[in-house]
Nanobody, 128 residues
């Protein structure tokens, strides 16, 4: 069983920055592809950034390119999402997701169904 605990959300003014963190349990976290999704009221859950377990492959949604950066620290079982130049359109609940695997992969996964484990979510609110 993998448990994910997110932190770092909050209220920020437009143009500001936030850094989300997600700590994962699991003996083989280093093998897990990870992602950050977000869901705004009335909208579908969308992947904003994803990272492979090796080779540093990443994915960014168009909405986050140039503003969001996903990184991981496998020694600390943690994945981060640095978000800069935030706007009201970024307001949503942000979820960390993990795909449990037992080997390294350079594949990036971006669909919710590709992830079995989810955090509880952290609210990000951007005021104009």
């Amino acid at each position: 069983q993998v448990q994910l605990v997110e932190s770092g959300g909050g209220l920020v003014q437009a143009g500001g920055s936030l850094r989300l963190s997600c700590v994962a349990s699991g003996r083989t976290f280093r093998h897990y592809p990870m992602a950050w999704f977000r869901q705004a009221p009335g909208k579908e859950r969308e992947c904003v950034a994803a990272i492979s377990s090796i080779a540093g492959s990443t994915y960014y949604a168009d909405s986050g390119k140039g503003r969001f950066t996903i990184t991981r620290d496998s020694a600390k079982n943690t994945v981060f999402l640095q978000m800069n130049n935030l706007g009201p359109e970024d307001t949503a609940v942000y979820y960390c997701a993990a795909r449990e695997m037992t080997y390294y992969s350079s594949t990036v996964y971006v669909k919710p169904l590709e992830y079995a484990y989810w955090g509880q979510g952290t609210q990000v609110t951007v005021s104009s």
